[in-house]
């Protein structure tokens, strides 16, 4: 069953295409990532498919509503006052329809959320006093709230040490093991071929889309500097 | 401090005093309010351009002597802040141009229009009057301060009722935006808001200073608290306290009204700035 369907779409900005001819359909539980070089659309791509901009051509179907969303930190937050607990209750906006507060039942979603990603003592903190790795996980947490059925992260690891690296994308792994679908926009390319089951990988004049296995024996890998098996090499090298 | 109090309970026999102060007090708690949001999201300048093409339609709105000022001043002053918002927006160099330009093209005209079709004997008078508010806030009328409530209670009710929305759209546009709230609608809003704000600041402490208004309160809350809605209700506490004692203050010492608020803004300010490296 595909959650999202992506139906020969053109991306870019004021009628100038990025990439055109994109297509692909993500099934229920898929983890999957998109790679390419920069400047090659990737985050239009996400955009896109978030409805932050339009695409130029082609549909874009998703089966069920909401989604969540964990986007590149901005320079607004970098020192916003708000506490923990005010951002990632935040996440049901979507869930209020037209009432201005939110019930109970919102709370409670919040409260699991945040269990969830083991950031429940830290609720009263400011987000601003907070790790990276911290406020990621606030964000993932937020993201959470806003949709269990499907994830899009935009370069989440950037900025973050290696150690807590790792556990984020062991964090995301059982997220998704736990059901939820991933759709990870990323330019660590090692961690990609070993969390996530599909790739696409968008290139200026190449497209790419298959499972993991696939990717790594076409032609793409060989724009990423990947060659089969030494995959595994580099992966420990983080 | 005998003399104090007894030039106090003189004033407050007046009701032109009871007006000013109520008038005072909501038009801070407003500003305040809505400063917030407006420092977070770095669209204080909008608020600088604002007053000053508020000055421009002031100045047009005493040209054609309109009976009540606010008919012109607040439409125009809403029209160009949705336009100040588009351009803000467009991260081009362009877009904070074109700020500037209307906002000083405003200030120029205005002075020029008061100059030119001027049917007061003193032009620079009413120039400074409505540049730094001096004394408007005590000639205020029994419709104006009723208009002013009116429009008070509005910016509050939808302040409260909206306030969920608002925070999500100030903390994080793209994440709002991508779970189906329509940010746009919002960022109109607050801009229709901040004009309305403007415009009814505008008597009590004049074009140039009522950003000091918006901005003071809530730079000192940030300072001090961590969290928005403690950001919020502080600085609207701050504000209004500082509104009152500033209002006070100038009967007393008899002083521009808009400056002294002002100054006890900075001085808020100055004091919780130094607590923030106490902590």
């Known amino acids: ?238 | 401090m005998r003399n104090m109090i007894d030039t106090l309970v003189y004033y407050f026999q007046f009701p032109f005093v009871w007006y000013a102060l109520i008038v005072g007090v909501l038009i801070a708690l407003c500003a305040s309010l809505l400063g917030v949001t407006l420092v977070l999201k770095r669209y204080s300048f909008i608020g600088d351009g604002l007053s000053h093409v508020a000055f421009g339609a002031m100045a047009v709105a005493s040209v054609l002597n309109l009976a009540d000022n606010t008919i012109l001043t607040l439409p125009v002053t809403v029209i160009v802040a949705v336009l100040l918002l588009k351009a803000g927006q467009n991260t081009n160099i362009k877009g904070d141009a074109v700020i500037a330009v209307v906002s000083v093209g405003a200030l120029a005209l205005g002075y020029m229009m008061m100059n030119v079709f001027s049917t007061s004997a003193n032009v620079s008078g009413d120039v400074c009057s409505t540049l730094f508010g001096s004394a408007s806030i005590l000639t205020l009328t029994g419709t104006e301060v009723i208009i002013c409530v009116i429009l008070s209670v509005f910016v509050i009710g939808v302040y409260i009722l909206f306030y969920n929305r608002i925070f999500a759209v100030t903390f994080d546009e793209n994440f709002a935006r991508a779970t189906g709230t329509g940010v746009n609608r919002y960022n109109l809003l607050v801009a229709v808001i901040i004009a309305v704000i403007i415009v009814l600041g505008m008597n009590l402490a004049g074009s140039l200073l009522i950003s000091a208004l918006i901005i003071f309160p809530a730079l000192s809350a940030m300072s001090i608290l961590h969290n928005f809605r403690g950001v919020v209700v502080c600085s609207a506490i701050i504000s209004v306290v500082c509104a009152v004692v500033g209002m006070i203050a100038s009967i007393l010492f008899e002083t521009p009204t808009g400056s002294t608020i002002v100054i006890c803004d900075m001085v808020v300010y100055a004091v919780c700035y130094l607590l923030r490296f106490r902590q």
């Open chain 1, 1 to 238: 069953m595909s959650v999202l369907c992506v139906d020969n779409i053109s991306i870019g900005y004021e009628g100038t295409a990025v990439a055109s001819n994109i297509s692909f359909s993500v099934e229920a539980g898929e983890y999957l990532c998109i790679v390419g070089e920069n400047g090659a659309g990737k985050s239009t791509l996400l955009k896109t498919l978030l409805h932050i901009q339009k695409p130029l051509e082609g549909n874009i179907t998703y089966e069920k509503e909401g989604i969540g969303y964990l986007p590149q930190q901005s320079v607004i937050q970098r020192d916003f006052p708000a506490s923990v607990w005010e951002i990632v209750l935040s996440g049901n906006l979507a869930r209020l329809g037209r009432r201005p507060f939110f019930s109970s039942a919102e709370k409670k979603n919040t409260k699991i959320n945040m269990e969830r990603m083991g950031i429940w003592d830290i609720r009263k903190k400011s987000y601003r006093n907070l790790s990276g790795g911290q406020q990621q996980r606030v964000l993932l947490a937020r993201a959470l709230c806003a949709s269990s059925d499907i994830l899009f992260l935009d370069e989440p690891v950037s900025g973050l040490d290696p150690r807590v690296t790792v556990e984020f994308y062991e964090l995301l792994k059982k997220i998704n093991n736990e059901g939820m679908t991933v759709i990870m926009v990323s330019h660590d390319i090692n961690a990609a071929i070993e969390y996530a089951d599909h790739i696409f990988h968008i290139g200026r004049d190449y497209v790419f889309y298959g499972t993991t296995e696939e990717y790594l024996d076409s032609e793409a890998a060989g724009y990423m500097g990947l060659r089969k098996g030494r995959s595994e090499e580099s992966i420990c090298g983080i």
